[in-house]
């Protein structure tokens, strides 16, 4: 079948089957490898897309549920200069990536978080990574970083 | 994943019509489906996607009875369910925000998952199980791990329940997996007070008698200090022996109770 999507403000479309993932989708079929596959089984979040403004697993949704909707990708988190938009800049600054494969997940988590809750506590900001796991940093700067991205003074955390 | 035909229709109707295929299935939230027919443990011919279906998705409350349609995401409840504030909190902590957005109280309530959370909600709460066909109460819609009353093609519609006096959802979390690794909703009604029990029996979620008794009588968590939970029919994994789940039941119910002071 044929799908249409509005990926980051452009129009996009490609051929799909019943069981093509809305990952294997972005990835495939319109070449979109910023989005990546950890698990395939929703628990890491490496994933996360927003899908018409709400945070989604694209590993576990069909490319089909979302015909004709927004999707945005961390490919659509810069600015149209090129440059780093505020959270990936400020992930950049704090040391909030390592491997960076859990990334484009923290950071499209992030933007889904800021934009309800544009000042967020140190809690909940964990509690709304609770589906984004990352193997390398130990969460701590990856917090700092959305801290300093919602322009809040960058706290001492815990456990330091 | 074996490959499937996709279907999404935009009324009850034509979704029931279409599951008349043999091997067709309802696609609500796919936060269940999808990890299974990845793993090969379920191969549909056919999906039949409910997410289109404007009728099955929204919360209201009128009557004193709160109703939210079968294929509300959970995170529309956790939002607007504020008229059963103990409901909405639990459906607030239901799995991580991109699950919410996604899975829905009918996929949950069809699934049965002995340790998901709103099954515990509904029979603690009464509720009606409404379907395409018929209504269903909470007591006669849990038949086992996994196992419910409803009939091959049968669309959970909407769940009907009756808000009450004072609610509380006590959910222990198995922090990897997010689900309860056992969870206690008591709910206290002009008529008596009710307390059901997730994640915890192996025959799935189920009513504490005992401590209903003994709640109703006194309302309070000293009431059910001097009882017992057996642990025969408990789960035993490597996250928690029987004993200890059957302590969980009344240190939650406890609590639970404590909560809704
Ligand atoms: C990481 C993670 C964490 C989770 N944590 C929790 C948790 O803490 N607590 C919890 O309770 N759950 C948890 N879940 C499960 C989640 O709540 C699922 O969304 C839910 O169990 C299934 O709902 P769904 O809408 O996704 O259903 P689907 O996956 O679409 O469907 C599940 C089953 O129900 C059937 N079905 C779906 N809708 C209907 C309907 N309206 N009528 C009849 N049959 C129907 C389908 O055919 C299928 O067999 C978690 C899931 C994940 C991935
Ligand atoms: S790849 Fe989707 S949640 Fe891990
Ligand atoms: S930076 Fe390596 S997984 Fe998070």
């Known amino acids: 079948m044929k799908i249409s999507l509005t990926v980051n403000g452009k129009t996009m479309s490609g051929e799909a089957e019943g069981r093509t993932l809305l990952s294997t989708f972005l ?8 989005t990546h596959i950890g698990c395939d089984t929703s628990q890491c979040g490496a994933c996360t897309v927003h899908v018409n403004g709400k945070q989604v697993k694209s590993c576990t949704m069909f490319v089909a549920e979302a015909d004709g909707a927004d999707v945005s990708t961390i490919e659509g988190m810069a600015n149209t ?56 940093t130990g969460y701590h700067n990856i917090v700092k970083a959305i801290m300093a991205a919602s322009g809040q003074e960058v706290p001492a955390v815990a456990a330091e | 994943m074996y490959n499937f035909e996709f279907v999404k229709p935009s009324s009850v109707d034509e979704a029931v019509a279409a599951l008349r295929d043999e091997d067709a299935q309802p696609l609500s939230g796919g936060q269940t489906l999808i990890p299974t027919m990845k793993q090969r443990l379920n191969q549909p011919s056919k999906l039949v996607s409910l997410t289109g279906i404007a009728d099955l998705v929204g919360v209201s409350s009128s009557g004193g009875v709160l109703s939210v349609g079968g294929a509300t995401p959970h995170a ?38 002995p340790a998901a959370c709103y099954p515990s909600a509904a029979l603690a709460s009464g509720a009606t199980i409404v379907t395409n066909a018929r209504e269903i109460a909470a ?20 769940v009907k329940f009756p808000i009450p006096q004072a609610a509380n959802y006590q959910k222990f979390e198995q922090p990897a997996s997010r689900f309860a690794l056992t969870g206690v909703f008591v709910a206290k009604y002009a008529d008596g007070v009710r307390v059901a029990v997730t994640g915890a029996s192996n025959d799935g979620v189920f009513r ?22 057996a642990s ?19 240190v939650l119910t406890g609590r639970a109770v404590a909560a809704c002071a």
């Open chain 1, 81 to 136: 200069d090129g440059s780093l938009g505020v959270i990936q800049q400020a992930f950049q600054d704090h040391h909030g990536l390592q491997c960076g494969f859990c990334t484009p997940g923290m950071v499209m988590a992030a933007a889904s978080l800021l934009e309800k809750n544009p000042k967020p506590s140190e809690a909940e900001i964990r509690h709304h990574l609770e589906g984004n796991i990352c193997r390398c």
């Open chain 2, 208 to 229: 504490w008698t005992e401590a209903e008794e003994a709640l109703s009588a006194n309302f309070s968590p000293n009431a059910i200090s001097g009882l017992t939970v």
């Open chain 2, 76 to 113: 529309t409840v956790a939002a607007e369910a504020g008229d059963y504030p103990a409901l909405a909190a639990l459906a607030g902590q239901i799995g991580d925000p991109a699950v919410r957005n996604r899975g829905t109280i009918g996929g949950s309530l069809a699934n049965n998952d």
């Open chain 2, 139 to 158: 007591d006669d819609y849990f038949q086992g791990m996994f196992t419910t009353a409803l009939d091959e093609g049968e669309i959970i519609t909407g």
């Open chain 2, 232 to 250: 025969d029919d408990m789960i035993s994994d490597l996250h928690g022996s029987a004993a200890y789940r059957a302590n969980l039941v009344k």
């Open chain 1, 27 to 34: 990835r495939e079929e319109l070449g979109l490898t910023g």
